[in-house]
């Protein structure tokens, strides 16, 4: 009976649209859901590093050096913020990491291919970072505290990565002919995989009811995805590129775009580890961390010794 009255009192209070908080009783699916939701996301961020990582140094001017590099330190600030928020949960980072290492914590699928030119920069800007605010920006209201207020400033972050990519996108579309021709390529490779990230259709998705109910998610995959194709079509045809659907045209009775269908035998063999770049993405990470053991012990070696100061003062 108890936790029947707790289950009425937590749901009564997302329906009134106040936040759980870390220290609120939460039913432990919900606080599973977070923990699932919060740690593929920060993954995302910080595995999204790598492949533009990979242009810094090939970047065609200093100026597009300087923005690159920019928005690479904001995705691992990213990954910083919603790392912490999932920590609020009661999972260490260690646990996170570890999660992610074996295998058992996806990425975005988005990832783990790679990126062939700069031109390939503009699309991942554009596309990944355009499906990204559109989902973020739901994630504003979501009903968990700590996750509704990271996602405030990383909205702001991610929308000018989204400009970036397509100042990118814009310039070579109104290029060389050949300048134009590597613009709609990247379009072409990246399109697909970009409408991936929004997760299989609603019908096919395990999660959605219990994210909708608990208001940690606010607009379904398939609402998200119809979202992100009205507002990027229109864009593509700003700058003279086109989207590779055939079966993409107007509804003009339901105010939005039909689209052709996402070919979700790739998607499920790149979640499941089998897409290009996956194994390399999971192994630059696992080198990363394991060389980078020494700073995080020196730090909390730091960290143990001014404590130690304070309780002698």
Not at 14 to 20: H, T
Not at 46 to 66: D, F, H, Y
Not at 267 to 278: Q, S
Not at 281 to 286: G, T, V
Request: overall charge neutral; proline content about 4%; charged content about 30%.
């Amino acid at each position: 009976m108890e936790d029947v009255e707790r289950l009425e009192a937590f749901q009564a209070k997302i329906d009134r649209e106040e936040k759980i908080e870390p220290k609120d009783w939460m039913p432990a699916e919900y606080r599973k859901h977070l923990i699932r939701q919060i740690s593929q996301h920060a993954h995302s961020e910080v595995i999204g590093m790598q492949p533009e990582g990979n242009w810094i140094t090939r970047a065609p001017s200093l100026r597009a050096k300087v923005v690159l590099l920019a928005k690479i330190q904001d995705e691992a600030g990213h990954g910083l913020y919603l790392y912490c928020a999932a920590e609020t949960l009661g999972i260490s980072r260690e646990e996170l990491l570890e999660q992610l290492h074996s295998g058992k914590a996806k990425y975005s699928s988005i990832f783990n291919y790679p990126t062939l030119n700069w031109a390939d920069m503009g699309a991942v800007g554009w596309l990944v970072d355009g499906a990204a605010i559109v989902n973020q920006v739901s994630l504003q209201r979501t009903s968990f505290g700590p996750y509704s207020r990271g996602m405030v400033r990383i909205c702001k972050e991610e929308s000018f990565h989204q400009r970036q990519g397509y100042e990118i996108m814009a310039t070579m579309a109104k290029g060389t002919p050949e300048q134009k021709r590597m613009a709609q390529e990247a379009l072409d490779r990246i399109w697909w995989p970009a409408l991936g990230m929004f997760g299989p259709h609603d019908k096919d998705s395990p999660n959605t009811g219990n994210a909708m109910k608990w208001k940690i998610k606010r607009e379904t995959n398939d609402e998200l995805r119809q979202k992100f194709i009205d507002k990027t079509v229109q864009q593509a045809e700003v700058i003279g590129l086109t989207v590779p659907d055939p079966d993409m045209k107007w509804n003009e009775d339901k105010g939005q775009y039909d689209h052709g269908e996402i070919d979700w035998e790739e998607f499920m063999n790149v979640v499941r580890g089998k897409g290009p770049c996956n194994a390399q993405r999971l192994e630059h990470h696992k080198k990363a961390h394991d060389e980078g053991r020494w700073v995080r012990d020196a730090a909390t070696a730091y960290a143990k010794k001014q404590q130690s100061k304070k309780q002698v003062a």
